[in-house]
Each structure stands twice: as C-alpha cells, then as structure tokens.
C-alpha cells in the first residue's frame, strides 16, 4: 500500500478546523481543539482522514507530535489525492 508524507504546521485553538493555505512550505492546518492531552493531535488526524478519505489508522504522526510543525503520514493515498483535497503543493514528499 503506497504511502506519502506530508509537513503541516498546525493552529489550535482555531474558530474551526480548516486548511488555510501554506505556511513556510507547509500545509498550514487550523485545529479548533486546543493543545492539550494530546486532543489538537487526535483532531488533526480524524480532520486529515475524513479530507482524504481514509481509515483513521492509516494516518500516522511520524514526527513533531508536541510541536505546531509535523511530519504525517498517510497510507493509501498519492500525492495528487492529497494535492486535490487540501491545496498542497510541494509538501507532500
């Protein structure tokens, strides 16, 4: 199953979950649930799923999990899925 990695740096605490463009060559992510217990993560992660249609499982954090910059990673998606549904270009590797 291919997989894609993609840099996103993260806004929580945001009026709601939405892309918002790109942010020093990242995806930049608004997460309305705030930094704590882990809970901006967990919202990141079902948003990015449901965007791009996968299983929450096939959404991973590879790094940057306490910081506002991350590496994911997402299987069974290309990079022109990813490109089409959240406006990427050049950050998904």
Do not use: W
């Amino acid at each position: 199953m291919p997989s894609v990695r993609i840099e996103v740096y993260i806004q929580p605490r945001a009026s709601k979950t939405e892309v918002a463009g790109l942010h020093g060559g990242a995806i930049k992510i608004r997460i309305a649930a705030p930094p704590v217990d882990n809970a901006a993560n967990r919202a990141l992660i079902e948003f990015i799923a449901q965007t791009l249609g996968v299983a929450k499982s096939c959404v991973h954090i590879v790094s940057g999990s306490t910081g506002r910059r991350k590496i994911l990673e997402v299987s069974g998606v290309t990079t022109d899925l990813i490109a089409a549904r959240l406006g990427a270009t050049g950050s998904a590797r």
